[in-house]
């Protein structure tokens, strides 16, 4: 049976928008299944496809269930937008989370980019590209840690010293998670359910501990 082509996400872009209407507009935004991406008075609404949402799915359950089983202390924030006025600029990642950071935002329920750390980790689902330079945005923010799939290859992107980013084959948030172990298992979720499929990463993350000299935690 052929495979049917992947749907990717339905993006419209609009001119001349003021920064004070971008805030309005999250403020009055009663559904979150459009996302936006400001820059310089462009405006860019995004409606997520099913594939979107379910790699993203898939990919933040990984990064859930890894920093579970190591322990990692992790502050997740989701879609949070992530905006900063003096730049004219705001975007909402697919997920974010703040792990080297996460003891200044521990039980913290609100987000200043002008003030706070920003996530040290973002990821991006992108199976049809912005129209927006959203890589450039999330530099502007400082965000230090950017996964992009899109829908048959990871890319982790990490920030340099001059504004750039540069890919690499593993990050800094958490080094273990290769390029090549996350797309393993994003890809195993095409063809059995989330729930093995999260199961045999939790599997491998185990037996992988021993190897890497680590001490599981005791049970008490």
Known sequence: MATAPMVGEQRFLIEEVTWQAYEALL???SSRSKRMTYDHGRLEFMSPSLAHENYGSILCQIIWAYTLERRIPRHSGRSTTLRRESEQRGLEPDDCFWIQ???RMRGRKDFDAERDPPPDLATEIDITRSSLPRMSIYATLGVPEV?????STLTINLLREGGEYEESASGVALPELTIDVVTRFLLMSDQMSEVECIAAFVDWVREEAPAKGRKRPRKK
Not at 147 to 151: E, H, K, M, T
């Open 147 to 151: 996964w992009r799939f899109d829908g």
């Open 27 to 29: 403020e009055g935004w």
């Open 101 to 103: 950071n996460e003891p």
